[in-house]
Nanobody
Framework: QVQLVESGGDLVQPGGSLRLSCVASGSIFSRYAMGWFRQAPGKEREFVAGINKNGYRKDYGDSVQGRFTISRDNSKNSMYLKMDSLTPDDTAIYYC???????????????????WGQGTQVTVSA
């Protein structure tokens, strides 16, 4: 079992940048496929970005492609999301998620993940 803690959420102006972090504990981090999701008020949880367990494969949601970058450092049990060119539509609670996955796939579905963090709030507003 793995525990996940996100940090880095903040209030930022449109066009600004943020870097989110997710630190894992309680298990071997390199076994897990990881992902970032977000949920805005009144909306369903949405896939933002995913990374496979060795970090060589990545995938992004259409709305963030080219603006967000996912990465991980297995030596630090950490995953990151660098967010650039932020817009008010990016305002949401951002969650990190983990799945103990023997395969090298990137997982994009909410239902594919077993473990979730508590979320960190990102607000983009002037």
């Amino acid at each position: 079992q793995v525990q996940l803690v996100e940090s880095g959420g903040d209030l930022v102006q449109p066009g600004g940048s943020l870097r989110l972090s997710c630190v894992a504990s309680g298990s071997i981090f390199s076994r897990y496929a990881m992902g970032w999701f977000r949920q805005a008020p009144g909306k369903e949880r949405e896939f933002v970005a995913g990374i496979n367990k060795n970090g060589y494969r990545k995938d992004y949601g259409d709305s963030v492609q080219g603006r967000f970058t996912i990465s991980r450092d297995n030596s630090k049990n950490s995953m990151y999301l660098k967010m650039d060119s932020l817009t008010p539509d990016d305002t949401a609670i951002y969650y990190c998620a983990a799945k103990d996955n023997p395969r090298m796939a990137v997982l994009t579905a909410v239902s594919a993940y077993d473990y979730w963090g508590q979320g960190t709030q990102v607000t983009v507003s002037a």
